[in-house]
């Protein structure tokens, strides 16, 4: 049974749409972590937030605005998409943001689908 | 350039053989931390293994067995009798110690279709 849990695990939406993704971390750690999978390309690291406050922002475009309320629950707000932004978004978490040594420990990801 | 590959895009193998994926990263650190992780098809990525660059020994759980290499930059994984639970994308990850941080840089992955 999986410690992070994301939710939809699946969102169709329009251009103009606005929507949000969520993850939840039952693990008590203290990092989260927003990644974009797209076919055929290494995950890429969107955002990472430690004790609820943003540490990296990998040059993510500005349709894409993160928030982490506590340090269990995180979310991907979603406006005025683009069909490029079709993907499998994964959260994560680790215990440590500042510890390379330190697993990931993903949830299931919402497979987006920009129309 | 990127700091994880791995060559093999998809392999297959019929279940009960043995099939090994490849990794080879690329760092200046000299501590360093390498991952492989097991994506099925429900999405999620399951941790398998860490090893740190200071331990060359190889691993063996159950089935799953590791190859470290610092002299080749390879960390690569074996998978011996496989099963058709085996079928997954597998992906390596490597984190440098000098960033402070826990960024892991993965490869693109490795898709593994056993054939029952």
């Known amino acids: 049974e999986t410690g992070v849990t994301q939710t939809p695990r699946h969102l169709v939406m329009g251009m103009t749409n606005k929507k949000s993704l969520k993850c939840e971390q039952h693990l008590g750690h203290n990092a989260m972590y927003w990644y974009k999978q797209s076919a055929k390309k290494p995950l890429e690291l969107m955002f990472v937030?430690?004790?609820?406050?943003?540490?990296e922002n990998n040059s993510v475009p500005s349709r894409f605005s993160p928030e982490c309320p506590n340090s269990s629950h995180l979310f991907l707000h979603l406006h005025t998409l683009q069909p490029e932004d079709s993907a499998l978004y994964l959260c994560?978490?680790?215990?440590?943001?500042?510890?390379?040594?330190?697993?990931?420990?993903f949830g299931p990801g919402t497979r987006l689908t920009v129309l | 350039a990127q700091k994880v590959t791995q060559a093999q895009t998809e392999i297959s193998v019929v279940e009960k053989e043995d099939v090994t994926l490849d990794c080879v990263y690329e760092?200046?650190?000299?501590?360093?931390?390498l991952f492989w992780y097991k994506q099925p098809p429900s999405g999620e990525l399951v941790f398998l293994i860490r090893r740190n660059s200071f331990d060359e020994q190889n691993e063996i759980s159950g089935r799953y067995s590791w190859n470290f290499q610092k002299s080749t930059s390879s960390f690569n994984f074996t998978i011996t009798a496989s099963q058709v639970v085996d079928s997954a994308v597998y992906f390596c990850a490597l984190s440098e110690d000098a960033t402070g941080a826990n960024n892991l840089f993965f490869g693109t992955g490795t898709r593994l279709t056993v054939i029952p």
């Open positions: 994560a978490s680790s215990q440590e943001w500042d510890r390379a040594y330190n697993e990931q420990f």
């Open positions: 760092t200046r650190d000299t501590t360093y931390y």
């Open positions: 937030y430690s004790l609820e406050e943003r540490v």
